[in-house]
């Protein structure tokens, strides 16, 4: 029992009220201001049968109860993990900035005892910060990325020809090979490791009037206001950058075979568009060497027409430097499939099947797609790495070639004097 219920016990039936003396009500129940507990005076007693008089109020009886506890924040909304931001795959933002808004100038004149002409001593206002896109590699889709940002505001100048401070410059996380458009133009391709771009500026500080000061105007009074910082809408375009690209039809296996080489995670299952977003994994060599190698979502006939998954991951190929075709033995025609992939690719965009690849021939742990192996490489006219991602049959072979496609790859990005990309 609380200590605020001590004294309080059981009530007679109704009707005992009348049977108690007048004068024992005459006993009185202080609150004690700023302790917010209730006390019996010191004249009377509460025995047992005593009731509490009408006026006292049951709020501030609760009050003491509640006395010695702790005061209970307001619950905010919780940030969801990089990891919950994997679920929910986003490749595409509109977004709008603003820079941060000037400072202000000041207008006043130097005060000081015995110096009765100081003259003009207001100081100019800061500038607003800018709103920069920065590439943070931990970060892997545009769900962070908000519809609105706004810049910190400058401060106002002050007297003594003080400054005000500049606003902070705001940062925006966005993954790896994000393309910045306004309108139709595209005005950034962040496509390495720490680019950054500005995409709103600042607004300028205004003046105060001791920038004013003249020889004709030994006095001013002119203080100017700080500018708004710049404003755009932008647009934000995903495209997964990876070293190679896994392309193929739905339930071809590439998911598979992306767990069987790499630490990535996704999806298996043996319904069709199990992969509804690209993963990139990291394949490691005895050397350091790092390749990222991307599952892009299965491709239909007439994916350049936007049908199944459509175009929507279809850009995401555009950044892989070579590509690995992965067909399933296990249907009737798997050379059908290589043709089909490099003409949806071609329609998309000239040139992209015609990037350095190679033939990964999956399933071969089945005895009927073991047996369309040698069919498959005499009508493609070149040797196709026949593996099982289920089993881990022959993934030697392809961890070989994938290494040699990407020194191809340093090679010739050195030749033309460009960094390559690490990982």
Not at 4 to 21: E, R, S, Y
Not at 259 to 267: C, E, L, V
Not at 353 to 367: E, F, T, Y
Not at 383 to 388: D, E, M, V
């Amino acid at each position: 029992m609380g200590p605020c219920f001590a004294a309080l016990l059981w009530l007679h039936p109704v009707g005992l009220g009348a049977m108690i003396p007048s004068r024992l009500f005459s006993a009185r129940l202080r609150l004690l201001e700023g302790m917010g507990r209730w006390t019996p005076s010191t004249q009377a007693v509460l025995g047992p049968g005593w009731l509490l008089p009408q006026h006292a109020s049951p709020r501030l009886l609760s009050v003491s109860c509640a006395d010695g506890a702790k005061h209970q924040e307001p619950r905010r909304k919780k940030l969801l993990s990089e990891k919950q931001l994997k679920r929910h795959f986003v490749d595409h933002r509109r977004v709008l900035v603003r820079g941060g808004r000037g400072g202000d100038g000041v207008s006043c004149f130097h005060s000081e005892p015995r110096k009765e002409f100081g003259g003009p001593d207001g100081g100019d206002g800061g500038n607003g910060g800018h709103v920069i896109l920065r590439v943070d590699q931990q970060v892997k889709s545009l769900a962070s990325v908000l519809s609105r940002y706004q810049g910190f505001d400058g401060e106002d100048g002050g007297r003594k020809n003080c400054f005000g401070r500049n606003g902070a410059l705001l940062y925006i996380r966005v993954p790896l090979g994000t393309l910045v458009k306004e309108g139709h133009e595209v005005v950034a391709d962040l496509s390495h490791p720490g680019d950054e771009y500005v995409a709103a500026l600042g607004g300028a500080g205004g003046k105060g009037n001791r920038f004013f000061l003249a020889n004709d105007n030994r006095a001013p009074v002119t203080c100017t206001p700080g500018q708004p910082g710049q404003e755009r809408v932008l647009f934000l375009e995903l495209k997964t950058v990876a070293h190679a690209g896994m392309v193929g039809f739905p339930n071809a296996g590439k998911s598979s075979l992306l767990r069987a080489i790499s630490n990535a995670k996704p999806t298996v299952a043996s319904y069709p568009f199990t992969t509804l977003n690209p993963h990139v994994g990291i394949v490691h060599y005895e050397d350091h060497q790092q390749i990222a190698v991307a599952d892009i979502p299965g491709l239909v006939r007439g994916a350049h027409r936007n049908r199944g998954l459509g175009c929507a991951f279809l850009r995401h190929v555009e950044r892989c430097r070579f590509l690995l075709f992965v067909v399933d033995l296990s249907v009737p025609e798997p050379w059908t499939q290589v043709e089909d992939l490099k003409y949806e690719l071609e329609k998309y965009e000239e040139g992209l099947s015609a990037r350095p690849h190679a033939i990964v021939a999956n399933k071969v742990d089945l005895p009927e797609a073991r047996a369309r192996l040698p069919r498959l490489q005499a009508r493609l006219g070149q040797k196709a790495i026949a593996l099982s991602a289920a089993t881990g049959e022959n993934l030697e072979e392809l961890l070989l070639r994938l290494k040699d496609l990407h020194e191809e790859h340093v090679a010739n990005e050195l030749a033309r004097g460009r960094q390559p990309l690490r990982w």
